[in-house]
């Protein structure tokens, strides 16, 4: 089974433009989530999809960031236009169905490094 | 205040040790506590969890949970170079989010 695939690895772009993350969850998984580090922080939640759908968006910082899931499946991640701040690790997560009685049901992605300069 | 709170480290241990692993949380409402572990480059990997209060055993690893103290730790015995990596903690409390501390680095040396 391949796991959460996010692309790409590192992404180095200027203050002002423009950057997209992707992630491809696991086959047949509803449950999408993207989470980001930013440097000497601890990993952060910024939204959750279920399917298609914005299930909660209550992490996104500001307008700058517009996260899509067309087709419940592959979510991609739009950050315009970038800041010195966005600089960070960016998570994406995937689940069938996550309840707190199975946890291990989440899995993540290695991340999309991301620097701002 | 942080909601989930835990030593930067770096937390150094020889080989064979025991390393200890703390985590504290400010939401008394929590319900269920998660370790990961994250060798760098790498996506997070669920080692732990636990849900009530006391100790639990898998292995190497034993997750301790005290609610009253809001206080969640990791053991783990006979300590191995290739457990060298950051250790996550994370709280379950609302929704469908997780809320993460910030990571102890472990540094088990041969």
């Known amino acids: 089974e391949a796991g959460v695939t996010q692309f790409p690895s590192h992404s180095v772009i200027e203050k002002g433009q423009t950057v997209t993350l992707r992630c491809d969850p696991i086959s047949g998984h509803d449950n999408l989530y993207w989470y980001r580090r930013v440097m000497g922080k601890e990993i952060k939640f910024l939204l959750h999809?279920?399917?298609?759908?914005?299930?909660?968006e209550s992490g996104m910082p500001n307008n700058r960031f517009l996260a899509e899931r067309t087709g419940g499946t592959y979510s991609t991640l739009k950050v315009q236009p970038a800041e010195l701040e966005d600089s960070g690790v960016y998570f994406c997560?995937?689940?069938?169905?996550?309840?707190?009685?199975?946890?291990?049901?989440?899995?993540f992605g290695n991340g999309t490094r991301l620097t701002v300069t | 205040q942080k909601e989930v709170e835990q030593n930067s480290g770096p937390l150094s241990v020889p080989e064979g040790a025991i390393a200890s692993l703390n985590c504290t949380y400010s939401?008394?409402?929590?319900?269920?506590f998660f370790w990961y572990r994250q060798y760098s480059g790498k996506s997070p990997e669920l080692i732990m969890f636990?849900?009530?209060?006391g100790d639990k055993e898998d292995g190497r690893f034993t997750a301790q949970l005290n609610k009253a103290s809001q206080y969640v730790s990791l053991l783990i015995r006979d300590s191995q170079p290739s457990d060298s990596a950051t250790y996550l903690c994370a709280v379950h409390n609302a929704g469908n989010m997780l809320t993460f501390g910030g990571g102890t680095r472990l540094m088990v040396k041969p």
């Open positions: 636990i849900y009530s209060n």
């Open positions: 997560a995937s689940s069938q169905d996550f309840r707190v009685s199975e946890p291990s049901a989440l899995h």
């Open positions: 999809f279920v399917k298609e759908s914005k299930q909660d």
């Open positions: 939401d008394r409402g929590s319900q269920s």
